[in-house]
């Protein structure tokens, strides 16, 4: 049964494709302007009425983020393994405050779905699997999106072990367990578009100004 719900933006990568030409990273991706309103400030307040709590997934000085407001939960598992790692980043702080599932989604995609948490909730109910996670259509073919999930935190200690046995790739580690599938429409805009390269948040930058001069 999905009680308390811990919301866990997930900004632990690196932003390689953000650099000059792959080569330079450029650290908190999140922190670029949309026009008025940083990426991770648009999915924060997207996110925050979502859930029971909401933290950041990040690394590093944790300072950098005081403006935020929100507790700061870094890796516990070392060579930035991937989203896994902060999901469980984000499973044991929740354990620590009786939370039931971690709602996770990525701090670079400024147009996610407001009811996220409820279609995910419901799809895992309905499917009768213990996590959840989004999908949208393309091409006929459903896409899943793996930072987008709801994870019971009853599996942090299961994903430990994945985790030091070397998986990364999400889909591997919710496979095992199975996995509800939540669709949500890819048009107009696909909600999990993710700013990745520049030209990306040319886009970005495009569609939200759009939205707000509406």
Do not use: Y
Not at 125 to 130: D, E, I, K, N, T
């Amino acid at each position: 049964m999905v009680d308390r719900v811990l919301g866990v933006v997930l900004a632990g990568g690196l932003a390689r494709r953000m650099g000059d030409g792959g080569h330079r990273a450029l650290p908190d991706k999140g922190r670029l302007d949309l026009g008025g309103q940083s990426l991770m400030a648009e999915v924060i307040a997207r996110l925050a009425g979502q859930c029971d709590r909401l933290v950041l997934n990040a690394n590093g000085n944790a300072a950098r983020f005081a403006d935020l407001g929100l507790t700061v939960v870094p890796d516990s598992i070392a060579g930035f393994p991937g989203p896994l790692a902060g999901v469980l980043a984000g499973m044991d702080h929740a354990a620590g405050l009786g939370f039931t599932h971690v709602l996770s989604a990525a701090a670079d995609t400024p147009f996610l779905p407001e009811d996220l948490a409820a279609r995910l909730k419901e799809a895992s109910a309905l499917q009768s699997r213990p996590i959840a996670l989004a999908a949208t259509r393309e091409n006929g073919r459903l896409v899943r999106h793996p930072t987008f999930g709801l994870w019971p935190v009853d599996l942090r200690a299961d994903l430990r072990a994945a985790l030091d046995d070397g998986v990364s790739k999400v889909v591997v580690w919710t496979d095992r367990h199975g996995t509800a599938l939540a669709e949500f429409p890819a048009t107009p805009v696909d909600p999990f578009f993710n700013v990745n390269t520049p030209e990306d948040l040319e886009r970005a930058r495009a569609i939200w100004q759009n939205r707000h001069r509406a």
